[in-house]
């Protein structure tokens, strides 16, 4: 079937993305909940159409580690895209106090048989692999999201800088520099996911801000500095497995049937995690957090008036 915006009742606010806002939606046909996600881009409707064709893929991409896609519209220059509605929202929200192992282990599993499934059954390459990225359910879902379907739709966007968070891999911030974009592969995307991982057990991204003087020093140090890894107290099998995937040369990184066959993959098939129970201590920390913060910017503001 397909979505209009005349069927849609918007509700709140879910986030704002590099390039639109997403919206919580209801359906009211169908009466589903669901996540709308506008991307403004500037481009001729001859384009728009083609984007829309692209995105029809994505109704082939249902797996459960895949986050669903309902349908997308376009009104003047802006894409509207339906998706499943993620109610506890993304991984970065989460993860301020740290993902503890086993559920490190479960999350990455998740995200290792959703790559695989993007790659082997639609040939997709993710490309944008980060905590931001994967959404989760109170009851426990784990998902991947945002991944590139549409070369044209990622042609359109407004091209903004690379940013201070940047998951690329080394080979891929060397190529963009010399205008090479054609080197993308699936290593790229295992770098990232290693990437992702120390950032979820460390509550921040592995190379922070604060200590390079500026965007290029950080990039300098993904490319010629030794690559993070997980902190001391995390097992030797999950720290190896974060190794296999912070390989500098993408040709030696592991792949995905070899992550998945990994001790530390292997080992969290085999025990039970209570994910959503860890998803409602990190909503009340993040919840907790938010009401600290809200209240010593209203006390500085007492302070300043
Ligand atoms: P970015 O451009 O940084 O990847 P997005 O525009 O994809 O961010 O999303 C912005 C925020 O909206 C996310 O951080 C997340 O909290 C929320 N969000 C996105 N998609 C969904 C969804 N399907 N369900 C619930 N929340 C979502």
């Known amino acids: 079937f397909s979505i209009n915006m005349s069927q849609l009742q918007l509700e709140d606010e879910l986030g704002k993305g ?8 209801l359906h009211k046909p169908t009466n589903v909940a ?10 001729d409707d001859s384009k728009l159409n083609a984007i829309l064709m692209e995105l029809d893929i994505l109704h082939r991409a249902v797996a459960p580690e895949i986050v669903e896609f309902y349908g997308a ?7 509207y895209y339906c998706m499943e509605y993620m ?4 991984l970065d929200k989460l993860q301020a106090a740290g ?9 990455t599993g998740a995200m290792v048989r959703g790559l695989k499934f993007l790659k082997d059954e639609l040939q997709i390459i993710h490309r944008d692999v980060k905590p931001t990225n994967v959404l989760v359910s109170r009851r426990g879902g784990i998902k991947l999201c945002d991944f590139g379907v549409s070369g044209q739709l990622e042609k359109s966007l ?23 974009i054609g080197t993308y592969t699936v290593s790229s995307d295992v770098w990232s996911l290693g990437l992702s991982m120390i950032e979820m057990a460390i509550g921040r991204y592995p190379y922070p801000p604060e200590t390079y003087a500026n965007v290029f020093a950080q990039l300098t140090a993904i490319v ?10 995390y097992s030797d099998d999950s720290r190896d497995f974060v190794a296999r995937c912070l390989h500098k040369v993408p040709e030696l990184r592991a792949t995905y049937a070899e992550l998945l066959d990994h001790p ?4 969290d098939r085999k025990r039970s995690v209570d994910i959503a129970k860890w998803v409602e201590e990190a909503l009340e920390h993040r919840d907790r957090k938010m009401a600290e913060e809200r209240q010593a910017k209203m006390l500085q503001d007492t302070v300043s008036a």
């Open 224 to 233: 010629h500095g030794d690559p993070p890894e997980l902190p001391e107290h």
């Open 34 to 43: 669901m996540a709308m996600k506008e991307i403004r881009l500037e481009l």
């Open 264 to 267: 530390f993959l292997r080992a």
């Open 18 to 25: 590099a390039y639109g806002t997403v919206r919580k939606v």
């Open 158 to 180: 407004a091209k903004t800088n690379i940013g201070c968070q940047s998951y690329m891999a080394p080979e891929r911030i060397k190529g963009e520099s010399q205008n090479n």
């Open 87 to 90: 109610d506890a929202g993304s």
């Open 73 to 79: 519209f376009f009104i003047e220059s802006c894409v």
């Open 99 to 107: 993902v503890p192992e086993d559920v490190l282990g479960r999350i």
